[in-house]
Each structure stands twice: as C-alpha cells, then as structure tokens.
C-alpha cells in the first residue's frame, strides 16, 4: 500500500515531457519515445453507423522508451455501444524499431503488434481488408464471440522537411489461426503553427498547436488486393499542448466510400513522465529518500 | 572477410565516438541564425527544460550516462555540430533524435548552450 501511494505521488510530482505523437492518431511517423520516458494517453474515437447505435471506443495506451531505437506501448482497449453492453474488448502489444541511426531525407521505423482482441473492438486504431460500417452495427453481444488473434506489421516511412512532417505508413495483418493477409494504409501530413518557439512558458503559444490531415483505410487481402469495397477515411487533426507538457487531440473523420462510416470523431490525450525509469529504481532502491 | 571489415569499421553501433566527434566536418559550416540573439536564448531555456534537462540535468550537469553539456567539447563545437547532433541524436548510445523538433527550434536550443557555455566554462 505504502508503494502504492509512493508511485501515485511520484506520478504527481515527477517532470513531465511534450507528449510526442503530434496531430496523428492512425499514422506513425518515426519519431521514437525518449528512452526511459512512460507516456499515458488515451485515444477515444465515438459515431453512429448506419443502422446500428452510437458508440465510443476507448484505448489506454502505456508508451514507453526502452532505448532510443526501440519503443514499445501496450494498449488496454473498450467499448461502449448506446442500449448495449460496455466491454473491454483485449490487448495490443506493439513494439517499435528505429532502422537506421541517423536522419535521412526518409527514414523507416519497423513495427510489430501482437493483438488479442474480440469482434467487438470499436477503438478503429487502423483500417485493413474490408473492415467498414458494418462491422461497427453489429450487436456487441454477437461480435464479442469472435476472438482475433492477430499480428501486425507496419512499414513506417517518414520525413521532415522545414517544420512539416510527412508520414506514410504500410499495414500488413495476419490473424494467427485463419484468414488471409490483409493490407492497409495511412498517410498523415503535418506542421505546427509557427516554427519558433516564444521565450515564455505559455499554454497558448502559438508552437503550441499542430494542424494536420490523415488518411487511411483498407487495400483488401492478398488473394483480393485493391480499393473495391474497402473503407477510406480523411480526418483534419489539431493538436494542443498545455505548457506542463499535456497534449490534447481532436480529429472529425469524413468516410469516402459507401462501406465506411459516415462520420466520426477522435479525441485524445496525453502525458508523458520524463525519466520514468530512473524515477521508478530510485524508488524501488531507497524508497524516494532524497 | 571484406564485409565484416567494413562493418566493423563502419557501423555506428561499434563505434564509441561521442556524439560531436561523429559529426561530419561539413556540418560545422551551418551557421546558427539566432547566434546571440537574447529572445531566442530564452526561448532556447524554455525548450532545454523541457526537451534535454531531464537527460542532461535542469543545470546541464549530466545525470548517470547523459554527459554534461558544459564541458569543452560542447562550448568548443561549432554551432553547425551541435544542430547535427541534436538532429540526429545518438541512437545506440542512448541519445534520442530530436529531428521532430523545427530547425528553428533546435537552434534555439543551441543558442541557449552557447551562452550557457560561454558564462561558466567548467575548464
């Protein structure tokens, strides 16, 4: 209990970071978390499918920096549907690999992601195959018996050119017991506000706020690659951040295919502890004495 | 045999240059645009605490393997040399890339290290 409340405290009182992930909520770009740095966030994305109630999908997401080139996050996510159950609906395990040490004009990040989740996982965090409106009416009480079992491959690639960070990433997903490979994609762009930053500590600065647009969606399977059927999304994203380092995310998504869902609306947030891991062994090694 | 040779040779992650030595020497010619510039040291504070001070120390002292950033070889490096190496970081020896940061930004950052340098050199 005394630990407990040790860490509680900590958390309080420990030096926090800019949350790093910018306006994106789908796209990664090869940005890696500082090692040693824990960032918490949350990703929340709610709308009404055709035919079905609204609901709001939610993922916890831990990040934290094992070393400079390697970044690893575990996401707890749930659902809510309107006039049904609230479930949590599994786990995802993904791990980051920055390949090459130095910066280029494109820089690939390689990703794997072990997910164990159920059919009723509404949190959308990327669109492969034919995954589209239908998916989100189905009654969470059916959709929650189908298990997937899955792993994930992305190949990120991203740049930054004179304050504006282009990213593009290649989703390749396989369900451990069945089913075809199944592809997907996204594509973010985005710039802050202003390129220099102001020499005070403000919640309003104008470096403070990043504005972006990203893209995304299916490319079928293996053995049925393409666009025909498959959703596709475009979603203005802002992103603000408190002086303390806290992040806030807003997104409205446009569907722009008939199996898509019309609208939706992403919203998040973040914060990141600075030398988490130092923090935690001085901790655990002397109690937090000074 | 060649290979291996040249992997030894070549690979970063053998190698155990400082950061600033392994700057190419065509970095040094950069110049930095805020050089002196008292608005931008102060801003250059601002994102330091935030950005380097939980590595490096809030008083650039270093803390366990992050090395303290006043010490000769930081004050004695050309502005160029230091936008490399917080360009490009130092990614197997624990020192992340701050790229996602804007150019202008990264030589705020600078500029507040040269001044901090040029204050209290530690030798």
Known sequence: ?290 | MRWLLFLVLTCPILRAETPVRSAPARSSSKTNPFNDDEVARRAGAKLFSRECAPCHGAKAEGIGKAPPLRQPEVYQAAPGVLFWVLKNGSIFHGMPSFAHLPEAQRWEIITFLRALNARKPEN
Not at chain 1, 110 to 135: M, R, S, W
């Open chain 1, 1 to 290: 209990m005394r630990n407990r409340l040790w860490i509680a405290a900590a958390c309080l009182i420990l030096p926090s970071a800019r949350a790093g992930e910018g306006p994106f909520f789908i796209t990664y770009t090869h940005q890696m978390e500082e090692p040693g740095n824990l960032e918490m966030s949350v990703k929340n994305v709610t709308g009404k499918p055709a035919g079905g109630s609204r609901f709001w999908g939610a993922a916890t997401e831990l990040e934290y920096g094992v070393k400079a080139w390697w970044t690893s996050e575990l996401y707890l996510d749930g659902q809510t549907t309107a006039d049904e159950n609230t479930v949590f609906t599994g786990y995802r395990w993904e791990n980051r690999f920055r390949v090459l040490p130095r910066e280029h004009w494109i820089n690939p990040v390689l990703y794997f992601e072990f997910e164990n989740i159920n059919g009723a996982d509404k949190t959308l965090l990327e669109v492969v195959n034919h995954d589209g409106e239908d998916d989100l009416s189905e009654p969470t009480a059916d959709a929650r018996q189908e298990k997937k079992r899955e792993i994930e491959a992305k190949l990120i690639l991203s740049s930054y050119f004179k304050g504006w960070t282009l990213a593009e990433n290649f989703i390749a997903e396989k369900n451990v017991r069945h089913e075809p490979y199944e592809f997907g994609y996204a594509v973010g762009l985005s710039r802050p506000l202003v390129l220099a930053a102001k020499p005070e500590r403000c919640n309003f600065c104008p470096e403070n706020f990043q504005l972006g647009v990203e893209a995304y969606g299916g490319l079928g399977t293996h053995a049925n690659l393409g666009f025909a059927e498959t959703s596709h999304y475009l979603a203005p994203t802002i992103c603000w951040t408190l002086a303390n380092g806290t992040e806030f995310r807003v997104s409205p998504t446009y569907g722009l295919t008939g199996t898509s869902a019309g609208f939706l609306l992403r919203f998040g947030v973040s914060y990141e502890i600075a030398q988490f891991r130092r923090a935690a062994q001085k901790l655990f090694r002397d109690g937090g004495r000074p």
